[in-house]
């Protein structure tokens, strides 16, 4: 039978592959998984956003590390497999492109993982970032390799004989790092990671993003006096 392929809305979409999110061989995220919460560093006490938590594959290991994590994602799905997995940590449901029910300040640190190419209002969700995270706290955002989404990659699952496509937003390095620094955030770092033997190992079918960037990170922080 012929695999058909559907283009669902991105909250439809991940609601759909929520109870397979974990068992699908995804190199990006395990290329997101090795590096990204590596660049946070979340420390004992601190509270954490981790903004786009999907089925919670960060919010344990912040956890472990003595962080209070909270959740927030769109994805009524994903916070279900979340809730299970994770039952102690505060979720919420809530778009990252609009204000977000989040007192101003409220958090050390912030996470946002492997949303960003989901966001056509980029700018909104640094600014709403910004705003919850406390002065002087960093901020760590990763993404899709720009060069990844403008060679037509995308997030994508299968159930049954169904190919589920997601899309991917093209934005630049540049771009990133313009609207992190328009919304207030400053020394702005990145980072590109490039899939190795170690990916390829692991998850065989990645074999063509062998030393080919797979992942872009952008660290940056709050200003420690900040009135914005």
Request: net charge neutral; proline share 7%.
């Amino acid at each position: 039978m012929a695999k058909k392929i559907e283009r669902p809305g991105v909250r439809e979409g991940y609601d759909l592959w929520s109870g397979t999110y974990d068992q699908t061989p995804n190199p990006v995220v395990a290329m997101d998984h090795r590096h990204t919460l590596g660049l946070l560093s979340p420390r004992p006490g601190e509270s954490v956003l981790d903004a786009g938590c999907g089925t919670g594959r960060n919010l344990g290991r912040i956890a472990s590390a003595g962080a209070r994590p909270v959740g927030v994602d769109f994805s009524l799905g994903m916070l279900r497999v979340a809730r299970a997995r994770l039952p102690q940590v505060p979720l919420l449901q809530a778009d990252l492109q609009a204000a977000l029910p989040l007192a101003d300040n409220r958090f050390s640190a912030v996470l946002c993982a492997l949303i960003g190419e989901h966001l056509d209002r980029l700018a909104v969700a640094f600014s709403e970032l910004f705003r919850v995270l406390s002065p002087g706290g960093p901020m760590v955002f990763s993404v899709y390799h720009p060069q990844l989404a403008e060679a037509g990659k995308e997030a994508n699952f299968e159930l049954g004989h169904t190919e589920y496509r997601l899309g991917a937003v093209r934005h630049t390095i540049p771009g990133y790092v313009s609207l992190a620094s328009a919304a207030g955030f400053v020394q702005v770092e990145t980072f590109e990671f490039s899939g190795d033997r170690n990916l390829v190992r692991a998850i065989p079918s990645a074999h063509d993003l062998l030393d080919r960037p797979v992942i872009f990170a952008l660290r940056a922080r709050k200003p420690e006096a900040c009135y914005h």
